[in-house]
């Protein structure tokens, strides 16, 4: 049997919406998080919730590495977006990670996590090409994919897939002055969020493929707080859903 893949999701609306297309899901209890074991799209999974934060993030990726044994690990959730043009409603797959409170300088540069020598973690390209075409597929239709109410509501007229640097630090960046001073330091970042990079750095210490798809949510602004908790229901978790499980269905059966 093959080994399953890891599917994170940052919210619980996420999560909730993914287990409910999960026909044999059985519960795992480590490290006081549920872990959900069974299939999706014919494809053997553990979906799991990823806590918020660097550290929290990190401790689930090691348990679905050491416990599980997964052969991959995908993150879905959602981000502030930073870079112009990357707006609310759009997906970001990246193609690096870095934690941009990452700062033991002057005895290391400026991002550089100690004693590895990078600052930035690649995320696994042929996954992560893979997520981009099926999120070009799915947000051709933005109404067919969250409905007409949450597609007008939220502004969703013919929303983009990036691709880039992501980064991910141990706050909620909601202030246009802290997503200004992250532009002008980390220019090439398209979004931020809270725990992409540590999990890409687990993985990439276990030398397992790791990808990562973040839906943007906000601008990082001062509006960032606005209706987060409804825009996760009714955007990010169907766009989630919708694009995992399209990806999970395009993998040869196990």
């Not at 909730?16 to 494809?43: S, T």
């Not at 690096?96 to 990078?118: C, N, R, T, W």
């Not at 990562?212 to 990082?220: L, Q």
């Not at 707080?225 to 919708?242: I, K, N, T």
Request: proline fraction near 5%; charged fraction near 20%.
């Amino acid at each position: 049997m093959a080994a399953p893949i890891a599917i994170v999701a940052a919210m619980h609306e996420e999560l909730k919406a993914l287990l409910a297309q999960m026909p044999d899901e059985q519960r795992v209890r480590v490290a006081g998080r549920d872990f959900w074991v069974g299939h999706l799209q014919g494809q053997p999974v553990v979906a799991v919730l990823s806590r918020i934060g660097k550290v929290a993030a990190a401790v689930t990726a090691t348990v679905l590495l050491e416990r599980f044994g997964v052969r991959a690990i995908v993150f879905s959730g959602v981000a502030g977006g930073l870079a112009p043009g990357v707006n609310v409603g759009d997906v970001v797959v990246a193609t690096e990670l870095l934690q941009h409170d990452m700062d033991a300088s002057p005895l290391f540069p400026k991002y550089e996590v100690p004693l590895m020598g990078i600052s930035r973690f690649t995320a696994d390209a042929v996954i992560s090409d893979a997520l981009a075409v099926v999120a070009e597929e799915s947000l051709r239709d933005p109404v067919g994919l969250v409905g007409q109410e949450a597609a007008d509501e939220f502004g969703l007229r013919s929303p983009k897939v990036h691709r880039g640097l992501l980064i991910s630090g141990d706050r909620f960046v909601s202030t246009a002055a802290e997503s200004e001073a992250l532009r002008r330091h980390l220019p090439k970042a398209l979004a931020v969020e809270m725990e992409g990079a540590a999990v890409a750095q687990v993985c990439h210490d276990y030398g397992v493929p790791f990808a990562a798809m973040r839906t943007i949510s906000d601008r990082a602004d001062d509006e960032a707080h606005g209706d987060f908790a409804r825009f996760v229901a009714e955007v990010a978790s169907r766009y989630s859903l919708a694009l995992v499980g399209a990806w999970l269905a395009k993998l040869p059966a196990t």
